[in-house]
């Protein structure tokens, strides 16, 4: 099962008396003037969105940009100031606390930063913790608590302690613990920014391979770049609370919306993460090209072979559609340069 | 030493609870009011008083066959236990005319019961040493003279007079502003300190002057040498601001409750006859301090040995 | 931009510097303008005059007034209820049994090494004599103990969770935990009776504090994200509380016990007073008899009794979650299983007596008669060159300057909020009509508290250095704090004569041993890698201690000094029954005579106000700088 989500122009402004800041003049204001004048800091500002079933969803920015209040935002783990959110159509924030727990027990789960194991607990009862609160037998909860651990791939260690686990079996377990409610949406909080980058990878790879298993809609925080891009469908840009830019991997390093966004995807290898679309030119009146077009969702670094040899221009399509020629005059810029290209 | 009172006061909540309000003395083992059966006594924290007690008890328990219940308690609290009723007896009264005003008059839950036999003196006093090398010290006249003899950190450029027992109240700071002695009062605070500073200076022939009363069971142990302050006549201590005379002696007494009194019984009237002399006292309180007997044992030897005293004090047809 | 940056921070620095130096010398100023040969605190205020009236108001309403028909008796009732089933429950093991459950409750607690422990010390309490005292003393302990633990837990979870009720306790245990117990024994035994009910109840105000503060902070300390992941997932309320909160602070409620078992283990001997049953009678009698020795060992068997609970607790405390588990309810019946069958052996309790009471006799003896040159030195030299000039300042001080001074260091130190509580705290002293009392005993206390911090340092820097110097003190720390003072107090009359420096001798020993247990802790907790760092850049161990350990142990050390001011308060009283005089002298006075009982509560309550001022007063320092 999966899940969409849409938020609305959704604010949490911390500090005294938060309402007076949204849809006044004070909206306005920059984040350190605001808080130079009324001691409110505005943690997410007008943040709105959609996340379709089945997608990974990244929201990416620098530290204190408002990521983690934000994912908080989306089950009212921090009560959003203004703004509307909604999980499956359903309005989150209009539910009572029967209802919003019922979400947070069967619809949704999160994984943390830094895990919120329960250190008093065996594995097995932390990854049972979520099915234990809703009244399920201590059987049933071990069975099922056993088969995440396995699909984690921690089997054997289901009578240790937290403690006694490295940080990475220790990020297993909170994510066993999360999949274990069978949650059709999960969101993730920096959830391996703790981890050396080995085990990183390592982790990131066991998050593909389970959406691609369990296929469920994932919301994922990170400051990483390297990881927006390898686990994001789309990526959304945040500084100061605000929302820079939403789009594909493809988008931000093509089309940076802003010298932020720019500044964020500046070492990325281009011709690794664009297609030939964003180096393409229109041929000229009359060019002559090569034989075998390339189509235009190739990613430059596979064309590459292809267009150093040959002679001739290489025409774009799209279909049966040409859309453009591309040239070794076009490509080695993209290959050298990491200055910023418009899409011609 | 156990009491199983749990299922009793357990079920006596119960109870309570139905008829309302729990007065202060329920729930507790009651006071035997006559029947055969126990006697509490008060045991106040010094040693003359438990020679008392131990020889009563003994007599009470050996040859009237009662339960003797020991509270150990200062005074004020043993008066009112007169009025929880969780005393029965004090055996040896230093005065206190505001607790026998307040017990025995206003809220009349005690009435007295005679003489302990005992004389109570309370005065200053130096160890013996002190007199034998400056023989007109016992003089108050010529304590000024010796003044800087008894001079110690505590004591501000004067003498020192170690007092304050709390438990007694004093004349001492009166007495030495009216007879204009260059000295101060230093508060010790327990008997215990007096005690201890005494046995010192008589061990390291320190100067002391001091606080103290008799019987007490140190002057078996050591010599002390009363000073000579104006003599007591009646009414002179009448205003304490004013006081310029010595301490009167004390009849030291009997207080009991008013229940245990008015019930009469053989316990009641053992401990209204009870009247010894210091030196009985004083030979109980050697045995227990320095000889090291447990009061049981210091009792049953004063009781083989003084059967004239005692045999006086058994009720008749008992 | 920079260079105005740069610029600002010293002078900021240097401008606060001249504040100090201006209000020191218009202090000094103020002094000598308007010192006052100090007038004498009447024996008659008006604050004394109320207390009186309170307590007579009890006395004469407490068999009418439904405050106490219905709730006061009833707690009586309650108390009496639960003392007499403990009661019966330890003497019902009887002597085999119930060394044998001491052995078991350890094993299983604490593993082996604290079973043996506890095996051996109930078994002492054998030799020397002391058996039915000794567990006259546990009933009460386990009693008092039991009740601030189901009172004291469900208070502290409370404060944890809501901050008002926290802030408004914070004063309330203030009072509870520092008003000495002598100010209100007596009226005690007009609510309570005399004996147990009253003494368990008196135990319980002094150390039902330590319960709730410590589990506050346990309950605070739970890490936040494991509580939102646990709400992330739908706990209830209550479920956070049972299933997160509590577990997770488990150790930290195992040391509140621990802590609330070492404070009511100290107001055992004073109970006594009361007449509750156990060691503290012999302590007292003993006293009267000016015997030591015989003090002495009813006092090593409430050491025992304190070493013997410590480890347990602490042992329990410690155990990892790991050792849990199926094999624990193995051991745990096991142990049951023997302890009933050892229970119903005829085993006697005739054992070879064993007492310390003629050596100790004799050592004190030869002691006090071949120091007291010596020892009477040192205290005239301390108090002729500190102690008296210190009064005299203080003493000569009018009480608005000493307010006002109060509120102006406050505020340089800890800020404007502290600053006022300080200053009111002062006022309310001068209130209670006891300016000059209160005075002389700020004096004792800042010199025992100095000698304390410096010897605590001294002794705990030592003591994080070298593990078998650490090894070493630990015993002696342990019977240090948990050896009644009044067992020591005699010698130190004897040596010191009756003097407020037997006063601070008294004070240093029972506070001396928390401040080099914190500033050793401190020291320790240095992380070892800022450790490595600074001896990597060549410095040398005195270099270490100076300028990275000690600095980096801040925290421990102001903890120490707090922790200090708060025991050397608590021996203010004690200091009255040697010669002290002052405060302590007016709190014993109290107890004693029945017309100075307002006078004995103001004395309290001034201690009280003394020990809040000194506490907001250094408080600053906590926040100032650094961490922590
Ligand atoms: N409970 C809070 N009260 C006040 N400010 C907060 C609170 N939580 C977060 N903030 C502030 O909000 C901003 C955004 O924080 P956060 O969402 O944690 O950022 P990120 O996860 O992107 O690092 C930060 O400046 C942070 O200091
Ligand atoms: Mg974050």
Known sequence: MTSTITVEHLWKVFGPKPERVVGTELASLPRAELRERTGCLAAVRDVSFAVEAGEVFVVMGLSGSGKSTLVRCLTRLIEPTSGEISIDGEAVRAMNARRLRDLRRHRVAMVFQHFGLLPHRSVLDNVGYGLEIQGIGRAERHRRAGEMLTLVGLDGHENQYPEQLSGGMQQRVGLARALAIDPALLLFDEPFSALDPLIRRDMQTEVRRLHAEVGKTLVFITHDLAEALTLGDRIAVLRDGELVQVGTPEDLVGAPADDYVADFVRDVPRSDVLTLRWIMRDPLAGETCEDQPLPATTVIRDAVPRILRAKLPVQVVEGDRVVGVVDADRLLPALISHHRQVPA | MMRLRTVASAALILTLAACGGATSDAGESTPSAG???????????WVGYESDAAVVTYLLEKKLGYTVEKKELKEEISWQGFETGEVDAILENWGHADLKKTYIEQKKVAVEAGSTGNTGIIGWYVPQWMVDQYPDITDYKNLNKYASLFKTSESKGKGQLLGGDPSYVTNDVALINNLKLDYTVVFSGSEAAIIKAAQQAG??????????????????????????????????????????CDY???????????????????????IKNFKWTNDDQNLVSDYLTNQGMSADQAAEKWVNEHEATWKPWIPAGS | MVAVAGETAPRRVTRRRVLWVLLVVAAVGAYLGFRTAGAADSDDAAAFRFFTGVRNWVDDNRDTSPLFLYGVNYLRLGVRLLVDAVQAGLYGLGFAGLVAAAGAVALVLAGWRTALVAVGGFLAFGFLGLWAESVDTLVLTVSAVLLAVLTGVPIGVLAARVNWVSATLRPVLDVMQIMPTFAYLAPMTLLFLIGEPAAVIATLIYAVPATIRITELGLREVSPTSVEAATALGSTGRQLLTKVRLPMARPTIVLAVNQTIMMALSMVVITALIDAPGLGQNIIRALERVNVGVAFDAGL???????????????AARRRPATRGRSRWVVAGGALVAVVVVALLPIGQDLPRLSFAGPVNDLTGWIELHWYDATEWIKNVVSAGLLDPLESVLTSTPWWLFVLLVAAFGTLVSGVRSAAVAALAAAGIAGLGLWQHAMQTLATVLVTIVLTMAVGIVL???????????????????????????VYLLPAVALFGASRFTAIMAGFVYAFPPVVRLVDRGLRDVPATVVEAAVSAGSTPRQLLWKVQLPMARGGLLLAANQGIVLVLAMVVLGGLVGAGALGYDVVAGFSQREDFGQGLAAGFAIVLLGILLDRLTQGFHHAKGPR
């Open chain 2, 35 to 45: 029947a055969k059966g126990t006697v509490n006594l008060a045991v106040n924290p």
């Open chain 2, 203 to 244: 061990a390291q022939k320190k100067p002391l002057l001091f606080y103290f009363y008799e019987p007490q069971w140190l002057f078996a142990q050591e010599k002390f040498v009363r000073i000579k302050l104006p003599p007591y006549t009646a009414g002179c201590d009448a205003d304490p601001k004013k006081v310029a």
């Open chain 2, 248 to 270: 009167p002696d004390y009849d030291l007494d009997k207080i009991v409750s008013k229940k245990f009194a008015d019930a009469n019984s053989t316990a009641y009237q053992l």
């Open chain 3, 301 to 315: 068997a409430i050491v025992i009794m304190a070493v013997v609970l410590d480890r347990i607790t602490t042992g």
């Open chain 3, 460 to 486: 705990g820097v030592w003591s994080a250095r070298h593990d078998w110097f650490a090894a070493g003190l630990r015993p002696v720390l342990d019977a240090a704090q948990t050896m009644p003072s009044f």
